[in-house]
């Protein structure tokens, strides 16, 4: 197959792979790890550690010491767990808008019926697989065998973090891990029409391609209605805070804290006032209108494209996408101007008596006038304005109210009419789009339970590191993703689900609060399009964080993926397949990891990117894995090991994904350690080969095959071998088993 070269000689020049490796010996159990491994806060997250201890020599004779430590997370079955309960909370929510959005007429009754009844199928579903997650007590792995059952769907396959302690006796002691899991995708729903990113675009593409449907909207007019409604839940609550903290520096007297609760009140109420001011809201206001029973629209259909005779007489006409939106002449437009504009209002009368109590305006009655006119219109029916400026709170509690009243009026009407859009995006494409919102959702939850794993740990190790936790909310984390599926065959659908479930993780942030109790699990908050994920930290802890991060501010990834095929597969992919997807991938990421990199060097420090690494060092390899990219060089894993260097050097967390984190993973992940101790830590150049045998043959890797698949046994065979990347061949005596 064109890639046999120097197999015969490697196996003949390492005398050590057919005998038991002495350079290791095995200890495990928690009473093993010690120092920053040996902490309650990570002992939550992790369990079940596997250790193994090496001494190697260095270059210049002397010998370094190596645990290798290999653990699971429960956070494997705890996220998924707490996601599938906010999605169905989140759908018991949409279902009830819809079955709110009133009276409408017998065709459009009939559509929410319909999407109804599949909605409830689908939370009935979700319901029974949780169900199912939450008789897994204690649960804290996947095995590879197990990725196809379908109550296990949101599970993440075969998940661990694996650990390299690095003892030198040149430099200090250094900790260096990885996150191993199986790709992200939907195994149980299979692969025959593709995966989600294939899936996607050709829905979309239909949707587009669709000249008549009797809907108003495009799936872009669908995206921004779903913005909008996730920007009113979001800046409702927020509004609502920090209206009741004006109140409360109102009753304390405090000037200060009063002018700094308005001035955030301000700028949440203007958001949320911004908001509506979208043309989308007060179409979709006509649109119900016109849906409710009597309102037809005026406006034919295109006489070019005459209406098929067989629609139903209760159907409205069809409605092309490039005509305006139908007006119907009882409707009074000029009434939502009114009832937003009142929220802008009511705010105006609120800064005007904030003003006036804190005397910045004078105090003088002259000037407060026409702001006591305003807030005289705005007040609630037979409410008084007290005339004494002595309680504050007094003065200004109308005005919070009426403002929360008119905010709540404008939440109702918009949410419905915005609704009534999701309604017909869910009407027009069932069940397609159901099934899809299931496969994402799968493919997001293993996703998400690396993502909370990895960020954990990498906070854990770095909290003595002022650097990075100001770099954590200063642009946020970087997540390097290392894909080693082919793309041939299924593994093309788990490539296509892997990169999309990756992309939707930048729908996700972290808040860092303070622990109550002992339980420091995270808690997960939010709806589809976006999620924030409360990490716990004990109160000593969580006093040594930057003031920032402390008072909640959000914490950002930016997830990337590179892949490469190894495998026997892919070279049948290069030869007479297609791998137009892997280089598109690859080149879609590097500039999404170039932008990290920009943004890097501009809002960083320069006294703390020096601290480990010049300039040009990341410059530079950033130019070489893009040119990587570009040579289209056949099964060219400099690409992952520059993308994982990069990411080191940016203090990212790292992830290594096969389709079952078993094989093809670990023969990456023990090279990275041994390439690792050559590059900085001064491997002997005479023991490289040998240590990575050790590690493969006698490490913890083979221990994961054997937890996974009952057998201590790498899923190659020879002839596969042959196909495989030099450095990713596994010592002889270590593979022969069929995979699973």
Same mark, same amino acid.
Request: hydrophobic share 35%.
């Given at each position: 197959?064109?890639?046999?070269?120097?197999?015969?000689?490697?196996?003949?020049?390492?005398?050590?792979?057919?005998?038991?490796?002495?350079?290791?010996?095995?200890?495990?159990?928690?009473? #093993?790890?010690?120092?920053?491994?040996?902490?309650?806060?990570?002992?939550?997250?992790?369990?079940?550690?596997?250790?193994?201890?090496?001494?190697?020599?260095?270059?210049?004779?002397?010998?370094?010491?190596?645990?290798?430590?290999?653990?699971?997370?429960?956070?494997?079955?705890?996220?998924?767990?707490?996601?599938?309960?906010?999605?169905?909370?989140?759908?018991?929510?949409?279902?009830?808008?819809?079955?709110?959005? $009133?009276?409408?007429?017998?065709?459009?009754? #009939?559509?929410?019926?319909?999407?109804?009844?599949?909605?409830?199928?689908?939370?009935?579903?979700?319901?029974?697989?949780?169900?199912?997650?939450?008789?897994?007590?204690?649960?804290?792995?996947?095995?590879?065998?197990?990725?196809?059952?379908?109550?296990?769907?949101?599970?993440?396959? #075969?998940?661990?973090?694996?650990?390299?302690?690095?003892?030198?006796?040149?430099?200090?002691?250094?900790?260096?891990?990885?996150?191993?899991?199986?790709?992200?995708?939907?195994?149980?729903?299979?692969?025959?029409?593709?995966?989600?990113?294939?899936?996607?675009?050709?829905?979309?593409?239909?949707?587009?391609?669709?000249?008549?449907?009797?809907?108003?909207?495009?799936?872009?007019?669908?995206?921004?209605?779903?913005?909008?409604?996730?920007?009113?839940?979001?800046?409702?609550?927020?509004?609502?805070?920090?209206?009741?903290?004006?109140?409360?520096?109102?009753?304390?007297?405090?000037?200060?804290?009063?002018?700094?609760?308005?001035?955030?009140?301000?700028?949440?109420?203007?958001?949320?006032?911004?908001?509506?001011?979208?043309? /989308?809201?007060?179409?979709?206001?006509?649109?119900?209108?016109?849906?409710?029973?009597? $309102? =037809?629209?005026?406006?034919?259909?295109?006489?070019?494209?005459?209406?098929?005779?067989?629609?139903?007489?209760?159907?409205?006409?069809?409605?092309?996408?490039?005509?305006?939106?139908?007006?119907?002449?009882?409707?009074?437009?000029?009434?939502?101007?009114?009832?937003? !504009?009142?929220?802008?209002?009511?705010?105006?009368?609120?800064?005007?008596? =904030?003003?006036?109590?804190?005397?910045?305006?004078? $105090?003088?009655?002259?000037? $407060?006038?026409?702001?006591?006119?305003?807030?005289?219109?705005?007040?609630?029916?037979?409410?008084?304005?007290?005339?004494?400026?002595?309680?504050?709170?007094?003065?200004?509690?109308?005005?919070?109210?009426?403002?929360?009243?008119c905010m709540g009026e404008v939440v109702t009407r918009a949410k419905q009419s915005l609704t009534f859009v999701l309604l017909q995006e869910l009407a027009y494409s069932l069940p397609q789009c159901l099934m899809l919102t299931l496969r994402r959702d799968i493919v997001f939850s293993q996703a998400l339970a690396g993502l909370v794993c990895g960020f954990i740990i990498k906070l854990h190790t770095s909290l003595d590191d002022p650097g990075f936790l100001d770099q954590l909310h200063t642009i946020g984390l970087i997540v390097q993703y290392e894909g080693l599926l082919s793309t041939y065959s299924d593994e093309i659908g788990m490539l296509e689900d892997m990169a999309v479930g990756i992309s939707?993780?930048?729908?996700?942030?972290?808040?860092?609060?303070?622990?109550?109790?002992?339980? =420091?699990?995270?808690?997960?908050?939010?709806?589809?399009?976006?999620?924030? =994920?409360?990490?716990?930290?004990?109160?000593?802890?969580?006093?040594?964080?930057?003031?920032?991060?402390?008072?909640?501010?959000? /914490?950002?990834?930016?997830?990337?993926?590179?892949?490469?095929?190894?495998?026997?597969?892919?070279?049948? !992919?290069?030869?007479?397949?297609?791998?137009?997807?892997?280089?598109?991938?690859?080149?879609?990421?590097?500039?999404?990891?170039?932008?990290?990199?920009?943004?890097?060097?501009?809002?960083?420090?320069?006294?703390?990117?020096?601290?480990?690494?010049?300039?040009?060092?990341?410059?530079?390899?950033?130019?070489?894995?893009?040119?990587?990219?570009?040579?289209?060089?056949?099964?060219?894993?400099?690409?992952?090991?520059?993308?994982?260097?990069?990411?080191?050097?940016?203090?990212?967390?790292?992830?290594?994904?096969?389709?079952?984190?078993?094989?093809?993973?670990?023969?990456?992940?023990?090279?990275?350690?041994?390439?690792?101790?050559?590059?900085?830590?001064?491997?002997?150049?005479?023991?490289?080969?040998?240590?990575?045998?050790?590690?493969?043959?006698?490490?913890?890797?083979?221990?994961?095959?054997?937890?996974?698949?009952?057998?201590?046994?790498?899923?190659?065979?020879?002839?596969?071998?042959?196909?495989?990347?030099?450095?990713?061949?596994?010592?002889?005596?270590?593979?022969?088993? !069929?995979?699973?």
């Amino acid at each position: 197959m064109g890639e046999i070269e120097d197999w015969g000689a490697d196996q003949v020049s390492t005398d050590v792979q057919a005998q038991k490796c002495a350079l290791v010996c095995e200890c495990t159990g928690p009473e #093993n790890v010690s120092g920053k491994d040996n902490l309650p806060f990570l002992n939550a997250v992790l369990t079940n550690p596997v250790c193994k201890l090496y001494r190697f020599p260095t270059s210049d004779n002397k010998w370094m010491r190596i645990r290798e430590q290999m653990s699971e997370s429960i956070l494997s079955f705890h996220i998924p767990k707490e996601l599938i309960s906010l999605q169905i909370k989140e759908d018991l929510c949409r279902n009830q808008e819809i079955k709110e959005l $009133g009276e409408l007429s017998p065709h459009w009754d #009939n559509l929410r019926k319909n999407v109804l009844s599949h909605c409830d199928q689908m939370v009935n579903m979700y319901q029974d697989i949780l169900t199912e997650l939450s008789k897994e007590t204690g649960s804290s792995f996947k095995s590879s065998s197990s990725k196809g059952e379908k109550t296990l769907e949101f599970v993440p396959v #075969n998940l661990h973090l694996q650990r390299m302690h690095v003892h030198s006796p040149h430099l200090k002691a250094a900790i260096y891990d990885v996150i191993t899991v199986g790709a992200p995708a939907a195994h149980f729903q299979g692969f025959k029409n593709g995966g989600l990113r294939k899936l996607l675009h050709r829905f979309e593409t239909e949707r587009r391609n669709t000249e008549y449907q009797l809907i108003y909207y495009s799936p872009e007019n669908t995206a921004k209605a779903k913005e909008v409604l996730s920007n009113i839940n979001q800046l409702q609550p927020l509004i609502a805070t920090h209206a009741d903290l004006l109140l409360h520096a109102a009753s304390q007297h405090s000037p200060d804290s009063l002018k700094n609760s308005l001035k955030m009140l301000s700028e949440k109420t203007e958001l949320f006032v911004h908001a509506f001011k979208d043309q /989308l809201v007060r179409s979709s206001l006509l649109a119900l209108y016109n849906a409710r029973p009597g $309102g =037809v629209p005026k406006k034919p259909p295109s006489p070019q494209r005459p209406v098929e005779e067989s629609r139903p007489q209760d159907q409205p006409p069809p409605i092309r996408r490039q005509d305006s939106i139908p007006h119907h002449s009882d409707y009074d437009e000029e009434e939502w101007d009114r009832v937003w !504009a009142s929220v802008g209002k009511s705010l105006n009368c609120i800064i005007a008596m =904030v003003d006036r109590l804190t005397g910045s305006d004078g $105090g003088s009655e002259g000037s $407060g006038g026409p702001s006591q006119e305003g807030e005289k219109e705005l007040l609630p029916a037979g409410a008084i304005l007290p005339q004494s400026q002595d309680d504050w709170y007094e003065q200004l509690h109308p005005l919070i109210l009426t403002l929360k009243d008119c905010m709540g009026e404008v939440v109702t009407r918009a949410k419905q009419s915005l609704t009534f859009v999701l309604l017909q995006e869910l009407a027009y494409s069932l069940p397609q789009c159901l099934m899809l919102t299931l496969r994402r959702d799968i493919v997001f939850s293993q996703a998400l339970a690396g993502l909370v794993c990895g960020f954990i740990i990498k906070l854990h190790t770095s909290l003595d590191d002022p650097g990075f936790l100001d770099q954590l909310h200063t642009i946020g984390l970087i997540v390097q993703y290392e894909g080693l599926l082919s793309t041939y065959s299924d593994e093309i659908g788990m490539l296509e689900d892997m990169a999309v479930g990756i992309s939707d993780l930048k729908k996700v942030a972290f808040k860092i609060i303070e622990a109550k109790s002992n339980d =420091v699990l995270p808690v997960l908050t939010g709806r589809r399009d976006h999620y924030v =994920v409360e990490v716990k930290l004990p109160a000593g802890l969580f006093e040594s964080l930057p003031l920032q991060i402390k008072e909640g501010q959000l /914490l950002h990834v930016h997830p990337v993926l590179f892949n490469v095929g190894i495998n026997e597969q892919q070279t049948l !992919a290069e030869r007479f397949g297609d791998v137009s997807l892997q280089e598109s991938i690859n080149q879609e990421n590097f500039e999404l990891l170039k932008e990290y990199y920009e943004m890097f060097m501009e809002k960083m420090p320069p006294d703390y990117i020096s601290q480990f690494q010049e300039q040009n060092d990341l410059k530079g390899l950033l130019a070489n894995l893009h040119q990587n990219i570009q040579a289209k060089k056949r099964k060219n894993v400099e690409i992952m090991w520059l993308a994982a260097t990069i990411c080191r050097k940016l203090n990212g967390i790292r992830f290594t994904c096969c389709k079952s984190a078993k094989d093809r993973t670990s023969m990456s992940v023990t090279l990275e350690q041994c390439s690792i101790l050559r590059d900085e830590h001064q491997l002997h150049k005479d023991f490289f080969i040998r240590a990575l045998d050790c590690m493969r043959r006698e490490g913890c890797r083979i221990e994961n095959v054997l937890k996974n698949i009952k057998c201590r046994k790498y899923a190659f065979n020879m002839l596969q071998l042959m196909a495989f990347p030099k450095f990713y061949r596994p010592p002889e005596g270590t593979y022969g088993k !069929a995979d699973t």
